[in-house]
């Protein structure tokens, strides 16, 4: 779309160590350089058999209570030639579950060739879904757009229209009315899966509005910490465009219409914008309209049926 700037995000294993509180068995390496580029992990148990075809090296390795149970077996020469294989395939690092301690071959080996070691006290199946689930977002495509994100009645509202026109004057109507702002000016979408796309606020610009002629506003200060959200799905837009007599509106909302970021589409509404309509309260119908065709009614259809059957009836 237009206006859209892509970014590309890689997470380190400095971050990877601090989000899931692992122990760091390889201090001596930068962890702050190496970076994790893939959103999902790999126990490595058919590579420790000799299976190197097909071998996702870019996951984060993880060594679970089967793989450690199958290199007990081995003998220690082929545990160390097993091992010195996996780790000197460019892996990004190797965890360890379920608080396991790694061999000091491990460690050597993983020093000599750089893969960072760490050791996770949860259950294998936790942290892998943790460190996918966590991957997911981090690593998830992402865009910048120039709008408006508001929390209304559960439902993410993206704002989005020209500069000037009332987005951030309708938002701030909400937030008083008891809906929380998610994000002012400058929206960070995340694709995180094919249905979900997740908005956020640059860390720079936080809880905070900007409003013409008197300038930046605080909300968490100004409204408390109930009117302000990190991140919120994106459910819908709302377009807000100036009145044109000589073009129509959609007036009954029978086909719903679409916008796309970054291949997901999203349910889209076009609003004229006239001096005395309360933007407000046009947001939170569509949100709560929204809700209710979620739950299997659409105001617009039963309508047409009213006016089908009334037709219908003999004179």
């Known amino acids: 779309m237009e206006g859209e700037d892509r970014k590309m995000y890689g997470v380190t294993i400095e971050e990877l160590i601090q989000k899931m509180n692992l122990v760091n068995k390889t201090p001596e390496l930068d962890t702050e350089k190496i970076v994790v580029a893939h959103p999902d992990v790999n126990r490595p148990a058919l590579q420790l058999t000799g299976f190197f075809e097909h071998f996702d090296r870019e996951r984060v390795q993880i060594i679970g209570y089967v793989e450690s149970a199958y290199l007990e077996r081995l003998d220690e020469e082929k545990r160390r030639e097993v091992y010195e294989k996996l780790i000197s395939c460019n892996i990004p690092c190797l965890i360890y579950s379920r608080g396991m301690e790694p061999e000091p071959v491990v460690l050597e080996l993983c020093s000599h060739y750089g893969v960072p070691c760490m050791v996770s006290h949860q259950t294998t199946s936790d942290l892998m879904a943790e460190v996918i689930r966590w991957l ?15 929390d209304v009645f559960g439902e993410g509202v993206l704002i989005m229209g020209e500069s000037g026109i009332g987005k951030s004057e309708a938002a701030l109507e909400l937030i008083k009315r008891g ?109 709560v309209n929204y809700r209710q065709k979620k739950m299997g009614y659409n105001a617009a259809k039963e309508l047409y049926k009213r006016v089908q059957a009334n037709l219908a009836r003999p004179d």
């Open 179 to 287: 809906h929380r702002l998610v994000s002012d000016d400058v929206v960070e979408i995340r694709k995180v899966s094919d249905e979900t796309l997740i908005g956020s606020a640059p860390d720079i610009t936080r809880h905070f509005i900007e409003l013409r002629g008197i300038g930046i506003i605080d909300v968490k200060t100004l409204f408390g910490v109930e009117s302000v959200k990190n991140t919120q799905s994106i459910d819908m837009v709302i377009k807000l465009e100036e009145w044109s007599k000589d073009k129509e509106y959609d007036r009954l909302g029978m086909e719903d219409q679409y916008t796309e970021f970054l291949g997901n589409k999203v349910i889209c509404h076009s609003i004229p914008i006239r001096p005395g309509r309360n933007l407000a309260i046009i947001v939170e119908s569509a949100a």
């Open 136 to 150: 997911k977002v981090k690593l998830a495509p992402v865009i910048s757009i120039h709008g408006v994100l508001v």
